[in-house]
C-alpha cells in the first residue's frame, strides 16, 4: 500500500502533465472514455444507438472524473442504470400510447385514462414501475458509494494517538 507522501507526489506529478502531444497520443487518450465496449455490447438492444450510450458514458465520466478502477466500475454501474431506465421509460409510453389507440373516446385525455385503467388491471405497468424503482435506486446506491469512496479515500489515516502511547492510558 502506498504512503500518504507517495500519493501526494504522485498527485502533484499528474497536475503537472500537459497530456499527449503527438498525434497518436492524442488518439489513444481520445477513446479513455470507452475503455472497452463491453458495457455496451451487454446493455444497449440491437435497434438502440450505441453512440447515445457511448454519450451517456462520456457525460458520467465528464462529471465524475472516476479516480480508479473502483469509481469507474461505479460509473459503469450507474450508467447502466440510467440507460435501462431510459429504455423503462419509453417502455412505458409505447404501452400507453398503445392502449390508448385502443380507446374508442374522441378525448385524448380519456382515451390516456382509460389507457392507464386498463393498463393497471394488468401486471405490466406495476412490473415495469418496480423496475423502474429498482434501477433509479441502484443508480443512486452507486452514486452514493463513489460519493463515500471519495470521502473515506481523502481522509489520511491518522494513527490514534491513543494507541501510539499505551503508558498514556494508565
Known amino acids: 500500500m502506498s504512503s500518504l507522501a507517495r500519493i501526494l507526489a504522485s498527485r502533484a506529478n499528474g497536475a503537472r502533465s500537459a497530456g499527449p502531444i503527438t498525434v497518436q497520443g492524442k488518439q489513444r487518450s481520445s477513446k479513455n472514455a470507452i475503455s472497452h465496449g463491453l458495457l455496451a455490447h451487454q446493455i444497449v438492444m440491437t435497434d438502440e444507438a450505441p453512440e447515445g450510450f457511448h454519450a451517456v458514458m462520456k457525460d ?5 472524473q472516476p479516480a ?3 469509481e469507474f466500475a461505479l460509473v459503469e454501474e450507474m450508467v447502466a442504470a440510467h440507460w435501462r431506465l431510459r429504455r423503462a421509460l419509453a417502455i412505458e409510453t409505447r404501452l400507453l400510447e398503445n392502449e390508448a389507440a385502443a380507446q374508442d373516446s374522441p378525448d385524448s385525455l380519456d382515451r390516456v385514462t382509460k389507457a392507464f385503467d386498463e393498463l ?6 406495476g412490473l415495469l414501475h418496480r423496475y423502474q424503482t429498482r434501477l433509479h435506486l ?5 452514486l452514493y458509494n463513489m ?9 489520511p489515516n491518522e494513527p490514534s494517538p491513543i494507541s501510539e502511547h499505551p ?3 494508565l
Open 167 to 169: 503508558e498514556a492510558q
Open 147 to 155: 460519493l463515500l469512496l471519495r470521502a473515506v479515500v481523502t481522509v
Open 138 to 142: 441502484n443508480y443512486q446506491r452507486a
Open 60 to 64: 458520467h465520466l465528464d462529471r465524475l
Open 120 to 125: 393497471a388491471a394488468k401486471p405490466a405497468l
Open 68 to 70: 480508479d478502477g473502483m
